[in-house]
């Protein structure tokens, strides 16, 4: 999902604010850190707590506070549920629920210190509806939808508020290689642009609102969509 979590970078600094890039590779965040005046870039693989806390104080040492988080790391398959490997789903857990998990408790002392926060959990469209041939990935995000409706709960005192955000298929290595390697997209879905889902997610760090559906389909224009 590097293609999305760039352009995101992007759009968040054209509005203005002070995007902190993390990522497993370090070559490709040094290049966009240079590309936004020398953004923050610190490599980061999100599946370990520490480096996680590595991440946030260096934001903080920085910058002084956190004002918002996107979750996006994510992997995926596409197996049928008797070709689906056990170690390899046990990864998938941890890269795309716990990591979830770790990022929010991560951030969490610096957004309550700060008085509020906002935090964007990337979940997927495929959660809406059962596919064949599509489990695995689907049942990690699931947990995600769940983690993410619960912390909103949590954190409401704390006026952190969390969105959860189920994107289509979005044109990215990620998107693109679960599906093109010689099998066709499930049912017809058209990519989406990085672009457009960048949009949503800056449109959910500056709401805040509950949870957004990209529905599956054609882009259609934001304004219709807000």
């Not at 990215?172 to 949503?200: C, N, Q, W």
Request: a negative charge; aromatic letters at 4%; one cysteine or more.
């Amino acid at each position: 999902m590097w293609t999305s979590c760039g352009t995101t970078a992007r759009l968040l600094h054209e509005a203005g604010a002070r995007p902190v890039l993390a990522a497993r590779r370090a070559d490709r965040l040094e290049a966009l850190g240079k590309e936004l005046d020398d953004a923050l870039a610190v490599p980061t693989d999100v599946t370990d707590p520490a480096q996680l806390q590595a991440l946030i104080a260096a934001t903080v040492d920085r910058y002084g506070r956190v004002d918002g988080l996107v979750n996006n790391a994510g992997a995926g398959t596409f197996h049928r549920i008797d070709a689906i490997s056990p170690a390899g789903f046990l990864d998938m857990l941890n890269l795309n629920v716990v990591s979830v998990l770790s990022g929010i408790q991560a951030v969490l002392p610096h957004m309550r210190k700060a008085g509020g926060g906002r935090i964007v959990n990337v979940s997927s469209g495929s959660t809406r509806a059962p596919m064949p041939g599509n489990a695995a990935y689907p049942a990690t995000k699931c947990a995600v939808n769940r983690l993410s409706e619960v912390a909103r709960m949590d954190l409401a005192d704390d006026d952190i508020q969390v969105t959860l955000l189920l994107p289509s298929i979005t044109a990215t290595e990620f998107g693109d290689g679960m599906f093109l390697d010689g099998k066709p997209r499930p049912g017809g879905l058209i990519p989406h642009s990085p672009e457009y889902v960048a949009k949503f997610i800056v449109r959910a760090l500056r709401t805040g609102e509950e949870r957004i559906d990209i529905p599956h389909g054609p882009e259609q224009p934001m304004e219709s969509l807000l």
